[in-house]
Nanobody, 129 residues
Framework: QVQLVESGGGLVQAGGSLRLSCAAS????????MGWVRRAPGKEREFVAA????????TYTDSVKGPFTISRDNARNTVYLQMNSLKPEDTAVYYC??????????????????????WGQGTQVTVSS
C-alpha cells in the first residue's frame, strides 16, 4: 500500500509556473506507475499526465503537451508535475495517483482515472487572468 501527499499548489497569474510534488510513503515506489489527474469546478476528472514506473515513458493530455512535464525521482519516492505557461483553464484541484505495476516491462502508462489504485488528497491550483 502507498500513501500520497501532494504539495506545491497555489495562486499564480496566467503565464506563470508552478511545480507540484507528490511524496509517496510505503514500500516499492518504483513498482508504481504514477499519474496526475485534475478536476476543475463543475467538471469531470481529467487525466493530465502519466509516467511509467521506471520513468522511461511519459504521456500527456493534448491540452498540456509542451508546457507541462511529469517526472519522478524513485530514490526520493516523489513524482513531480512542472507546469509552465499556465492558463486560467488550468485552474483545478490536482490529484496524484498511483497504480501498482509490479509485473509490467517498466514502460506501461495509465491514462484512465479508474486504472489507479491510490490517490492523494489533492492540491488546489488557481490561475488568475
Amino acid at each position: 500500500q502507498v500513501q500520497l501527499v501532494e504539495s506545491g499548489g497555489g495562486l499564480v497569474q496566467a503565464g506563470g509556473s508552478l511545480r507540484l510534488s507528490c511524496a509517496a510513503s510505503g514500500r516499492s515506489f518504483s513498482s508504481y506507475g504514477m499519474g496526475w489527474v485534475r478536476r476543475a469546478p463543475g467538471k469531470e476528472r481529467e487525466f493530465v499526465a502519466a509516467i511509467s514506473k521506471s520513468g522511461s515513458s511519459t504521456t500527456y493530455t493534448d491540452s498540456v503537451k509542451g508546457p507541462f512535464t511529469i517526472s519522478r525521482d524513485n530514490a526520493r519516492n516523489t513524482v513531480y508535475l512542472q507546469m509552465n505557461s499556465l492558463k486560467p483553464e488550468d485552474t483545478a484541484v490536482y490529484y496524484c495517483a498511483a497504480k501498482f505495476d509490479r509485473y509490467s516491462s517498466g514502460t506501461t502508462l495509465y491514462t484512465r482515472s479508474l486504472d489507479y489504485d491510490y490517490w492523494g488528497q489533492g492540491t488546489q491550483v488557481t490561475v488568475s487572468s
